[in-house]
């Protein structure tokens, strides 16, 4: 045993100096201007390696991500982009490393392009245009900023967009990209009216521009070769991005190198012709005319991340359900199942997966959860049970069980218990909507997946009926799939459906209300339509499936009484009957006891549209919606203004009023006796006190087990299996994603931070070429906002503070003291106070920075 330990070491010692000698997803290579450094980011740091290869220098190890370097012209300094202050900040040093200087401290993200001489830098931000710029405004297209090696103030130098900036070595002229519209950067193949080319700019008193290339493709990153007149570029003219060469007239392209299978990026050169470029995670060297050679780069580092981080949440719940006895709310964290109890922060945790888990119902008898979760090749629905008899509750259960309920190769989540908690319903496909018998494990097809359409995770909806004998689904139908319509199902699997709003709108979110003798829903029909992709508003409508509860809900307030002192005299009659029975069972036990069997329904179809209401007294951007079991109520998520508030509308005093501010729109339980509503938002849980109109959080503490490698790995395999069961193309374009899904595969054990993570998704989903398609990452830590005026102004000015040039209507400074006009210097902002000359004015909207110097 000892031997095989030994060996075994070794080879894990083996791996280690290999996976160290042979790193991998090395990023933004830049060779220095001698030819004998190149610089490149890997794993959020600044390295750099002699171009013949070797081991490579740490200069950066500041825990924040360092990337984007550049050399000076003499090769003395690198600057590179940094978010070490929540936002990323242009930041230089000695080539040899040591202490970086910050050079700008706007909270807008500013990455370094080139130098413009010796003592200046050009770097891209997407600030403000120029108050002549006839651009749309947006910060889709960045501008063009120059800032001195030692600080100071920027210099707007650009107002059009231009990406890859490279001056030649007079710095009268300037190749660059150009930015046409929004596409995602790492997206290959594509041909389109926004691909990039590449433009000439001749810096004479007027800046005439020249577009050199016409490929209806993409051309981007040129350099300068050394004579001056011609340049290398990369292009996809021949399919996978590879270096290529043209003069000025742009009519004599040459291709230098010949990769296949995965682009070339970041091209960069010297001085002396040798040019320098990544692929495939790699870094290469080429010289016009001899075959490309890999820089043998050598990697000896700490290891910055950990395997396992211990955490702490009182924040980010997601998906929630509510137990039988309203004393326990399940939920989910960052992809785990926790139970929490309503009146105390204990919480326990269910599942410690780096894998998502989702779709939480509890069991009719509180003893049962069920839930889907992405294990191994596709999603499966999985249920966890208390195992002692003893405990009554998750929160504080000595022992669960979990069980695999529905594990095939078919997708299989958004699982629902039935009323009497015999079987489990669940979508397959993410449309078939099928019923598990938990007795027999017998699985049947209820509505098959024809009838509907998904486009999104989650966004399927159906319910159970009381009786556990029917479904309300969503349904193809009259409308097509972006206006569905609401179905009733058999849940036998006979196919027995009925379309029920035929409507030719959208109808969505049905609910069973009334003891299943009705329904509410969401629909579009009569309020603000939709003229493209913006959204439409909701209503929230009833229909009745039975004619006396229809007209039991019309009553007016004075017949609701005398029908209510009727009642209260059969109440009395049945409490005199039970006044022998035991008077000291507690609510727990009371809880326990086995519910009277559910009358099957009965419906009157025939007469449905005739008992049709709209119980939203107007249409609104709605969230979720309540009916209490009496009827008399409606609670509802509404956003008028920002967010979502909730609001109440009684039937009987036929009045509308908003209870709370800022509720949120996410899903609403009630519990089963109708007194509390539970719902999450803000990744807060809460629970809103129907007869006094409070709301209440409910605390918890999940102690959660962040694995960021296994995440990591969890999410890629997650993304790649989503675009192979969604993607609209079953053939997905022709490629071979399985070959891809292993190419990309290989960077994980390299990437220890989320900026690089979205990169190399984005890469990978770059291969599908599909419009908009791609990963992102916006850290959560941000820099204090720079204040932002509503003004332009003047470029010209090189005085202290700001001149404004233009002031923007209805703009926070046109609310300011009317002294503020064009012309004004701007000298500080101080809290909400403008100060001009000696004077402060102030600020009555908009935001300003606290003590920004300006």
Same mark, same amino acid.
């Given at each position: ?43 959020? $740091? @600044? ?5 013949? /290869? *070797?081991?490579?220098? +740490? !200069? &950066? %190890? =500041?825990? #924040? ?23 990323? $900040? @242009? ?5 040899? /490393? *040591?202490?970086?200087? +910050? !050079? &700008? %401290? =706007?909270? #807008? ?23 002549? $710029? ?721």
């Amino acid at each position: 045993m000892k031997s095989l330990f030994i060996l075994t070491s070794a080879l894990l010692f083996t791996a280690n100096v290999l996976a160290e000698n042979d790193p991998l997803w090395m990023r933004y290579p830049a060779i220095s201007p001698n030819g004998e450094t190149i610089a490149f980011t890997y794993k959020g $740091d @600044i390295y750099t390696v002699p171009a013949n /290869g *070797g081991k490579a220098t +740490q !200069l &950066t %190890t =500041h825990p #924040a991500h360092d990337t984007r370097p550049i050399w000076s012209p003499d090769g003395s300094k690198i600057a590179f982009a940094s978010d070490r202050n929540g936002n990323f $900040d @242009i930041f230089i040093m000695d080539m040899e /490393g *040591g202490s970086p200087k +910050q !050079l &700008t %401290t =706007h909270s #807008a993200n500013e990455y370094p392009e080139t130098f413009s001489d010796a003592k200046h830098i050009l770097y891209s931000a997407a600030i403000q245009q120029d108050a002549k $710029d006839s651009q749309f405004p947006s910060g889709q297209f960045p501008q063009i900023y120059r800032i001195g090696i030692n600080g100071g103030r920027p210099e707007l130098y650009s107002s059009l967009a231009m990406e890859n900036l490279a001056l030649n070595k007079k710095g009268d002229k300037l190749l660059y990209q150009d930015k046409k519209g929004y596409e995602d950067p790492w997206r290959k193949h594509h041909q389109s009216s926004i691909t990039r080319d590449i433009w000439l700019c001749t810096l004479d008193r007027e800046h005439s521009f020249q577009k050199i290339t016409s490929f209806k493709g993409e051309d981007r990153n040129p350099v300068w070769a050394t004579d001056g007149s011609s340049f290398y570029y990369l292009s996809e003219e021949k399919g996978s991005f590879n270096i290529f060469k043209n003069d000025l007239t742009g009519r004599n392209s040459r291709q230098i190198t010949n990769h296949t299978m995965h682009p070339v990026r970041f091209l960069t050169s010297d001085n002396n012709g040798n040019l320098c470029y990544g692929y495939d995670g790699e870094i290469y060297t080429v010289k016009e005319g001899t075959q490309p050679k890999k820089v043998d780069v050598q990697i000896i580092s700490d290891k910055v991340e950990n395997d396992l981080i211990h955490q702490l949440k009182a924040s980010g719940a997601t998906d929630i359900a509510v137990s039988p006895n309203g004393k326990e709310v399940a939920f989910i964290v960052r992809g785990d199942v926790y139970v929490t109890s309503v009146d105390y922060e204990t919480t326990k945790q269910i599942t410690n997966t780096p894998q998502q888990e989702r779709d939480l119902d509890f069991s009719p008898d509180g003893r049962s959860l069920v839930y889907s979760a992405e294990r191994g090749e596709t999603w499966g629905v999985y249920q966890s049970s208390l195992v002692r008899k003893n405990d009554k509750y998750f929160t504080y259960a000595q022992e669960l069980k979990e069980e695999p309920l529905v594990v095939n190769s078919q997708t299989s989540f958004q699982p629902m218990y039935s009323p009497d908690g015999k079987e489990v319903a669940f979508l397959e496909n993410r449309t078939t909507l099928r019923v598990i018998n938990l007795k027999n494990k017998q699985v049947r097809t209820v509505l098959d997946g024809k009838y509907n359409y998904s486009y999104a995770d989650g966004d399927q909806y159906y319910q159970w009926s009381p009786d556990s004998k029917w479904f309300l689904a969503k349904y193809i139908a009259i409308g097509g799939w972006n206006n569905t319509d609401i179905v009733l199902v058999k849940a036998d699997g006979s196919g027995e459906m009925t379309n029920l709003t035929e409507s030719g709108y959208s109808d969505n979110n049905a609910k069973w209300v009334l003891d299943g003798k009705a329904m509410i829903w969401s629909s579009d029909r009569a309020g603000y339509r939709s003229h493209g992709s913006w959204g439409a508003e909701d209503d929230i409508y009833i229909m009745f499936f039975d004619g006396e509860a229809y007209d039991k809900f019309r009553l007016t307030k004075e017949e609701q009484a005398l029908l209510n002192e009727e009642k209260e005299d059969k109440d009395k009659d049945e409490k005199d009957k039970d006044s022998k029975k035991d008077k000291d069972k507690d609510d727990d036990k009371k809880d326990e006891k086995a519910d009277k069997p559910v009358e099957p329904l009965k419906f009157d179809l025939a007469n449905r549209k005739d008992r049709i209401m709209r119980l939203t007294v107007n249409s609104s951007f709605l969230g979720d919606a309540v009916l209490t079991q009496k009827g008399d109520k409606l609670y509802y998520c509404a956003a008028f203004e920002n967010g979502y508030d909730l609001w109440e509308h009684n039937f009987k005093e036929n009045t509308t009023k908003l209870l709370i501010k800022g509720v949120g729109g996410g899903t609403m339980f009630p519990d089963k006796k109708g007194e509390n509503i539970f719902l999450v938002s803000g990744g807060q849980l809460k629970k809103i006190e129907i007869k006094d109109s409070k709301t209440k959080p409910i605390a918890f503490k999940a102690e959660f087990s962040y694995r960021p490698a296994k995440e990591r790995e969890y999410i890629f395999h997650h993304t790649w299996r989503q675009v192979l069961d969604k993607f609209y193309d079953p053939k997905i374009h022709g490629i071979n994603w399985a070959g891809y899904g292993k190419a990309y595969e290989k960077f994980l054990p390299h990437i220890n931070n989320n900026y690089d993570f979205a990169e190399m998704l984005s890469e990978m989903l770059g291969e599908l070429n599909g419009s908009h398609t791609g990963a992102r990452y916006r850290s959560a830590s941000s820099a204090p906002a720079t204040a932002s005026l509503g003004a332009f102004y003047d470029n010209n000015y090189t005085g202290d503070g700001l001149k404004i040039e233009e002031i923007i209507a209805k703009g926070p400074l046109t609310k300011a003291d009317t002294k503020i006009k064009p012309g004004c210097i701007i000298e500080k902002i101080d809290g909400t106070n403008i100060k001009s000359g000696e004077d402060y004015y102030p600020l009555l909207s908009g935001k300003a920075g606290k003590q920004v110097l300006l």
